[in-house]
């Protein structure tokens, strides 16, 4: 039975079944190594948390992912392409694949609701403005936002709010994996369920893969299929349940601490997220 998981395993994570592909990472900054030999995968479809402690570089690894940092050595492959940070501005092709909700948002706050959906678009395309912003309000109407939000600014909207805009800018080019730093970080518990499920929703209508930083152990326990863990300049992923029983110290802290306890006082799932 071990031998027929394993290959299962293989098959899971053969080439074609992954969204990202990472081998061999090594990100440093002068003397200080902040990944050294980190692999990961990410497969199609599925909603992967990611966590680690401050200073770990889970930030670094994102932006190594979508080509803003360059890794010292190893490679990246985002849906079979290897992403080359020195040709990021001519590969306009592959960042069409992906969008970025970055942790406040980054909205410009000079530019309407609608214009900052609509930033992409303009910048990826040729269509015409008055289709642009057509294509932006349904992609605002697609995150919960009603129709007298496309108008407003970002300083006119609650935190709640700028996260769904921002989000829809995320989702403007229709991307088939979709990175999120920390979206429900900021929020009241309310909201910040919400938010859990229209990522959910979204996930399941649109076929999404998506790539989530998130402290959030609510986020984790609700909607990840698995979790990856940054500690030690690699990666361990596995599934919520599997890491609960993992006798790394950090993990044992982060997954058994006095908040995780309430969250995870639910019998362990073993395969992801309840359906």
Request: glycine letters at 8%; proline letters at 6%; aromatic letters at 6%.
């Amino acid at each position: 039975m071990a031998d027929e998981r394993k290959a299962g395993e293989r098959d899971l994570d053969a080439d074609d079944n992954l969204a990202i592909r990472i081998r061999g990472l090594r990100n440093q900054f002068g003397p200080h190594v902040v990944h050294d030999k980190l692999d990961l995968s990410v497969r199609k479809g599925e909603i992967l948390g990611v966590v680690g402690g401050s200073g770990t570089g889970k930030s670094v690894l994102l932006r190594s992912v979508i080509g803003l940092n360059t890794p010292a050595q190893g490679t990246v492959h985002v849906f079979g392409h290897e992403v080359k940070p020195q040709e990021r501005a001519a590969d306009s092709q592959l960042q069409s694949k992906w969008g970025v909700l970055f942790q406040d948002g980054a909205l410009f706050g000079s530019l309407t609701v609608t214009e900052n959906v609509s930033m992409p678009l303009l910048e990826h395309t040729n269509l015409p403005r008055a289709l642009v912003y057509q294509l932006a309000s349904m992609k605002i109407a697609m995150v919960g936002l009603p129709p007298n939000a496309g108008p407003k600014y970002p300083s006119e909207l609650s935190g709640g709010m700028r996260k769904r805009a921002a989000l829809a800018r995320a989702l403007a080019m229709d991307p088939a994996l979709v990175f999120l730093d920390e979206p429900t970080a900021g929020l009241d518990p309310i909201g910040a369920a919400a938010f859990d499920q229209l990522i959910l929703r979204l996930q399941r209508t649109l076929n999404l893969t998506v790539y989530m930083i998130t402290h959030d152990l609510d986020s984790l326990d609700t909607i990840c299929d698995r979790i990856a863990v940054l500690v030690d300049k690699r990666m361990i992923v596995d599934t919520q349940a599997n890491l609960l029983k993992s006798d790394h110290p950090w993990i044992k802290d982060y997954f058994h601490g006095p908040r995780a306890r309430v969250v995870f006082e639910r019998p362990p799932r073993e395969n992801g997220r309840t359906e």
